[in-house]
């Protein structure tokens, strides 16, 4: 998981402002949205189901980066996803991957090996959150319900992350290519 937030710090970190709105064409998400869709997933993933704690983005100071309907970006609109991209910015979604950072790992580092074979249940976890259940989002995440934790973790919170660190990645190349005169 640390390298998750390693390629995450290293390109929230590179990105300009310009380039964390921008689409780097028709369909794609912005890049900010998709970097903030990163976190919040790992945000959801360790605290939520996890530690079956509140997430990060449900506690004061960071209230702000989970608005109103928004999950951890499951299912939302375009204009949705692009509104949270204007409104959370790179530098308050670096604060929060740090913050995070700190408290994810922690968290593992003192989890017993043996609570990583735990079966994941969404349904139940923590009451079985409504937003959970919207139809949208269960279709996101229901094959990830009766799977050890271990391995919940790793799809979501790692191989997850990857996906997108590439897809972000070509977005940027893309972004700057365009940008360039030739």
């Known amino acids: 998981m640390n390298a998750s937030f390693n390629v995450l710090k290293s390109t929230i970190d590179g990105v300009t402002d310009q380039e964390w709105t921008s ?10 949205f998709t970097l903030w869709h990163c976190l919040r997933t790992i945000d959801w993933g360790v605290n939520c189901v996890g530690a079956g704690t509140d997430e990060m983005a449900e506690q004061p100071p960071w209230l ?6 928004t999950f951890f970006g499951a299912g939302l609109s375009t204009e949705k996803a692009d509104w949270v991209a204007r409104t959370i910015g790179r530098r308050r ?10 408290q994810s790992l922690g968290w593992l580092r003192a989890l017993p ?3 990583l074979n735990r079966v994941v249940d969404l349904k139940a976890l923590r009451g079985g959150k409504p937003e959970h259940m919207e139809p949208v989002v269960w279709e996101e995440i229901a094959d990830l319900n009766g799977i050890p934790l271990w391995q919940f ?15 972000v990645t070509a977005q940027l190349e893309a972004l700057r290519a365009a940008a360039t005169p030739s």
């Open 64 to 69: 702000d980066l989970k608005p109103d309907a």
């Open 93 to 102: 979604a670096g604060e929060y991957l740090d913050a995070l950072r700190a």
């Open 23 to 32: 689409r780097p064409y028709p369909k794609a998400n912005v890049v900010g």
């Open 153 to 167: 973790l790793a799809r979501p919170c790692v191989m997850h992350i990857r996906v997108h660190y590439g897809e």
């Open 113 to 115: 090996p043996d609570d």
